[in-house]
């Protein structure tokens, strides 16, 4: 695998009690070697969202997923293991691996430092990510990646987004959601 691999995406709330008809969720991922790139783009009625204000002081913190978080997970192809990247508007972050599906969730070491960058005007939400792969991926080593968020609406109601929602229930851990390659 060489140069840049890259996939815009448009992701859909589960089940048809999503949130407001105004939200849009789309993006792109793109892989130039060992670096995974991530853009979010939340624009449309982003007033009936609930998002935590930004903090001067970003750190690594668990559960983002119980409010607004943006994810994305990505595994090997034909592997078990895989891994789970948390971003809150706020700044906060996290990077776990998983052994399995829902298996050894344990954070991946070696990320201490603020991860991605948050804007907001104009009724847009953007965030950006440029994040060195976990050391076990090889630069030309084939990904299934897939993407994800939370959006709590004003209400504390949440949704959830996915590129595709293959079961009865949001699950973002499911391989066969991992729809993009890299």
């Given at each position: 695998m060489s140069g840049t691999l890259r996939h815009g995406f448009d992701l859909r709330p589960f089940g048809a009690d999503g949130p407001s008809p105004g939200l849009r969720l789309e993006g792109e991922v793109c892989r130039e070697g060992a670096l995974l790139r991530l853009?979010?783009?939340?624009?449309?009625?982003?007033?009936?969202?609930?998002?935590?204000?930004?903090?001067?002081?970003?750190?690594?913190?668990?559960?983002?997923?119980?409010?607004?978080?943006?994810?994305?997970?990505?595994?090997?192809?034909?592997?078990?293991?895989?891994w789970e990247l948390n971003l809150?508007?706020?700044?906060?972050?996290?990077?776990y691996r998983l052994e399995d599906y829902?298996?050894?969730?344990?954070?991946?070491?070696?990320?201490?430092?603020?991860?991605?960058?948050?804007?907001?005007?104009?009724?847009v939400l953007s965030m950006e990510l440029d994040l060195p792969l976990p050391a076990p991926i090889a630069p030309d080593a084939p990904l299934q990646v897939?993407?994800?968020?939370?959006?709590?609406?004003?209400?504390?109601q949440l949704?959830?987004?996915?590129?595709?929602?293959?079961?009865?229930?949001?699950?973002?851990?499911?391989?066969?959601?991992?729809l993009l390659r890299l």
């Open positions: 853009r979010y783009r939340l624009s449309g009625v982003i007033e009936t969202v609930q998002l935590p204000p930004p903090v001067a002081s970003p750190t690594r913190r668990d559960g983002l997923w119980t409010t607004t978080c943006f994810e994305c997970f990505w595994g090997l192809e034909g592997e078990r293991p895989y809150s508007p706020a700044g906060h972050w996290n990077l829902r298996l050894g969730l344990r954070p991946e070491p070696g990320y201490d430092r603020h991860l991605h960058r948050v804007s907001q005007g104009g009724g897939a993407i994800a968020a939370v959006i709590e609406d004003r209400h504390g949704s959830y987004w996915a590129l595709v929602h293959p079961g009865a229930e949001p699950d973002f851990h499911r391989r066969d959601a991992f």
